[in-house]
């Protein structure tokens, strides 16, 4: 591998992580205080399972834009691609915040119903551009996936 796409991969993972740390920052803000106190489904994970699971997968992010990135900017697939990805980053950070900033379940549910649509369109793009990096969002998508079913069961149990 050359130097360059070493350099796109640490600069995309360290952004994606970014994200995730403003995601954290809204989290913090709420899982001791309001979210102990609604009720959540039986299939609901331990707390401290988060950190770690959304950690790998902002790794594997990173790694997917990386390798996005590094088949050249200028084309106009990478773009599209990339674009998808930066708009689902910010839908991801945005989910946080209606839901543990905010303490709007409903809200983050519908939000959280155009993230995975488009994660999924992402995970189309990026398979135009380089199929490794399709393969590294799906397990993205799938918790992404089981965070709405869990979201929607929160909402609805409140």
């Known amino acids: 591998m050359s130097k360059k796409l ?17 995601g954290a920052i809204s989290t913090q803000s709420s899982v001791d205080g309001w979210y102990t106190t609604i009720n959540k489904p039986s299939f609901n994970p331990p707390n401290w399972i988060f ?10 992010m990173g790694i997917a834009a990386g390798l996005v990135w590094h088949k050249g900017f200028y084309h106009k697939w990478v773009q599209t691609a990339l674009y998808h990805f930066g708009f689902q980053l910010i839908l991801n950070a945005a989910w946080s915040i209606l839901f543990f900033g905010m303490q709007q379940p409903l809200w983050a549910l519908i939000e959280i119903l155009i993230l995975f649509t488009i994660i999924l369109l992402t995970i189309k793009w990026f398979k135009v551009v ?14 992404v996936a089981f965070a709405t079913l869990l979201n929607f069961e929160i909402w609805r149990l409140n």
């Open 6 to 22: 070493y350099v796109k991969l640490l600069i995309s993972i360290l952004f994606c992580l970014s994200v995730g740390a403003i």
């Open 51 to 60: 950190a770690p699971v959304w950690t790998v997968l902002y790794i594997l």
């Open 130 to 143: 380089d199929k490794r990096a399709a393969y590294l969002l799906i397990p993205y998508a799938c918790w």
